[in-house]
């Protein structure tokens, strides 16, 4: 028989079958669907964490001065050496123009900014705050950080005396007054606001202009350097590298004499992305048990619809059926049932996934968003009606191999 | 062409019933159908005339002897030829007509042909044709539940004809029928029977025997002579 004609009759006992088949349907249906939602819900969770830990800059370690273990020597030390070409010196602490230069040329390393702060009374009109003050170098500044503008502009080589305001220092401390190119004062000084950003409470100006402003703060001596490294998939390589380079540039010879210290971001991202995995992991658990039930069900069925349908298999066979067309048409007949009950977890679960993500994002009212966005890739659409086809394709195997072995009189004479 | 078209040796059924015992339903069955024969098959409720007629349209296999159907013993066969001698050497008409309840007339008449690969569109004419000359060309689209018995019994003949098959088995085919009907369908078998096909009919009624040249008496799983 042709595959076609086969196709034909299995759809006809699809189409005029009874109650108990659509009711496992309807059990298929409801296994896709919580599959479909619980793995989109879970990558749409994922993706949300990676881009938000990726804004926190995943990308960017920081090297301060100090160590940050302890065995090690605690702190900073300010009142360093100011010349820093007198390198191999044992009371060399702070970070210097020659760390940053060490670091310019390593492996997987992008950018590499110095950067010094420190605290300041800033002033506009008549109020008075003290803020946190960074001095950024210009030209790298815009390619690390993951601030954004709200008005105005990053700073730029010909700057000198401009700043640039985190944007809740301006709304809220100075309750939006200031202006962009409005004039304001830092210790003394008189800057010109150039750019205000989206967040944030700092005041960015300058390096050189930020350490006339700063105490404490020697000249080509940074507070801190920040690395944006190309591949964060290496990042701890990275960090393993830049340890060892400036161990050798400073002159330590032993471990426990390190007076720096390298943070790794993507190491916190990476036991992030561990409890979310386990998370789908378990709920993804819970949604192949609901789709193995489906699939019993879909066998359950199958045989009372092969023991029903015993008499026309019987006739089947008397007008000329082989044992192989009867198996075809309820293999067919099965992996339809099971195709029909994806097509329909599917529509339910988008529509389920999408609903959750509503929820999601407007009960967290945007802050945790975590479930406020979900993944719907075309992968999953494809895989689940495959998934779905396979398995009523199984669960009917058995009851079509016994029906394609029913002896023509026997089955025939079955009421 | 040989003038035997089916020749039963020494066939014997016996279904194991367990723990009592088996039951002998064909005994020492020899019988020769000659091509072209109109042979009526008769006896009584019981007697095994179904369970014989079955064995020689390969729908049971004989527990013991030979069948052959053209000089080949069928009882050797693989199951996929003997699907194949049902489906087109073979026609057979039941009592309880047998269709496909899904299925339309002209779908029922025409999956015999579909299963053996015919073309579709000469399977659907070659239906038509068949329901036409039953005198059901106006109801090719019904299902057999839109049928009467004597309807549905007239698709299930069209259906036995569809592959032109040489031997046309009917077992008690107007048993559930009245006799104006039953006698429609007797002399479209009679015609058939002119028209050259062999026909072995199973029937307990006396006035349709007449039909046949021949009379097989069966009694307890024998032939009587
Ligand atoms: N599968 C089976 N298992 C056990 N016994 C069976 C089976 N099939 C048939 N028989 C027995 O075989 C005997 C012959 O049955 P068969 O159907 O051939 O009779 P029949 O002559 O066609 O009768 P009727 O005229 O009533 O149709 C009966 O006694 C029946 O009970
Ligand atoms: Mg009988």
């Not at chain 1, 879970?42 to 830990?53: M, N, T, W």
């Not at chain 1, 060490?102 to 110095?114: A, F, I």
């Not at chain 2, 066939?11 to 019988?31: A, Q, R, T």
Request: hydrophobic letters at 40%; proline letters at 3%.
């Amino acid at each position: 028989m042709k595959l076609k004609k086969c196709f034909n009759l299995a759809w006809n006992i699809l189409i005029h079958s009874k109650l108990r088949s659509w009711l496992t349907i309807i059990g298929i249906i409801i296994g896709i669907a919580a599959v479909v939602s619980i793995i989109s819900i879970s990558q749409g969770a994922q993706q949300q964490l990676e881009d938000r830990l990726g804004s926190l800059g995943a990308d960017i370690l920081t090297v301060s001065p100090g160590f940050s273990k302890a065995s090690g020597p605690m702190g900073g030390f300010r009142e360093g050496p100011m010349d820093s070409d007198s390198d191999s010196s044992d009371e060399q602490k702070n970070l210097t123009v020659k760390d940053v230069l060490v670091l310019k040329n390593l492996d997987n390393v992008k950018y590499v900014m110095g950067q010094v702060s420190g605290k300041g009374e800033m002033t506009y009109l008549s109020k008075t705050a003290s803020v946190s003050v960074t001095g950024v170098d210009e030209s790298v500044w815009k390619d690390i950080t993951y601030d954004e503008l709200a008005s105005g502009r990053f700073l730029v080589q010909s700057d000198f005396f401009s700043v640039v305001l985190g944007g809740r220092l301006v709304e809220t401390t100075f309750e939006n007054k200031i202006p962009l190119n409005g004039k304001i004062t830092i210790e003394g000084k008189s800057f010109k606001v150039v750019g205000i950003l989206a967040d944030g409470n700092g005041v960015y100006m300058p390096l050189d202009i930020a350490r006339t402003v700063l105490e404490d703060v020697g000249e080509e001596e940074f507070s801190s350097i920040s690395v944006k490294i190309e591949d964060v998939e290496i990042a701890n390589e990275t960090v393993g590298l830049i340890e060892k380079k400036l161990m050798f540039s400073r002159g330590i010879l032993n471990e426990k004499n390190v007076d720096f210290s390298v943070s790794n971001p993507s190491e916190m991202q990476a036991t992030i992305q561990e409890t979310t995995q386990t998370m789908s992991l378990f709920l993804g658990a819970i949604a192949a048990i609901s789709l193995l039930v489906g699939a019993i069900g879909i066998a359950n069925t199958m045989f009372t619809s092969v023991l029903e349908k015993t008499k026309e298999i019987g006739i089947m066979k008397a007008i000329g059926a082989k044992n192989k067309d009867v198996l075809l048409i309820f293999l067919l007949n099965s992996g339809m049932i099971g195709l029909v009950g994806g097509l329909g977890g599917i529509i339910l679960g988008v529509f389920g996934s999408t609903l959750i993500g509503y929820w999601g994002s407007t009960l967290s009212g945007g802050e945790s968003r975590m479930f406020g966005s979900t993944a719907l890739t075309p992968e999953l659409l494809i895989g689940a009606l495959l998934f779905s086809l396979i398995i009523g394709m199984i669960a009917g195997a058995i009851p079509a191999y016994r029906a394609s072995k029913l002896n023509p009189v026997d089955a025939l004479r079955y009421q | 062409m040989k003038n035997d078209i089916i020749r039963i040796e020494n066939v014997w059924k016996k279904y194991d019933m367990g723990s009592v015992e088996p039951l002998v339903v064909l005994k020492e069955i020899n019988l020769t159908i000659k091509r072209g024969e109109f042979v009526a098959i008769t006896g009584p409720s019981g007697s095994g005339k179904s369970t014989m007629v079955n064995i020689v349209g390969a729908l049971d296999k004989p527990s013991w002897g030979s069948v052959y159907l053209d000089d080949e013993n069928i009882s050797k066969m693989s199951e996929s030829s003997l699907a194949f001698l049902r489906g087109k050497t073979i026609g057979f008409i039941f009592q309880q007509f047998n269709l496909l309840p899904n299925l339309s007339a002209l779908e029922n008449v025409m999956l015999p042909m579909e299963i053996i690969d015919q073309d579709e569109k000469k399977s659907r004419e070659t239906a038509e044709k068949l329901l036409t000359k039953l005198g059901l060309g106006d109801r090719i689209n019904h299902k057999p539940n839109e049928l009467s018995g004597g309807q549905q019994q007239r698709v299930a003949i069209a259906r036995s004809l569809a592959n032109d098959p040489e031997v046309i088995i009917a077992d008690e085919p107007t048993g559930n029928l009245d006799s104006k009907t039953g006698k429609f369908i007797m002399d479209f078998l009679g015609e058939l029977n002119s028209n050259g096909k062999t026909v072995i009919l199973i029937t307990h009624d006396l006035d349709l025997v007449k039909y046949a040249k021949r009379i097989v008496y069966i009694k307890d799983g024998r032939i009587e002579k």
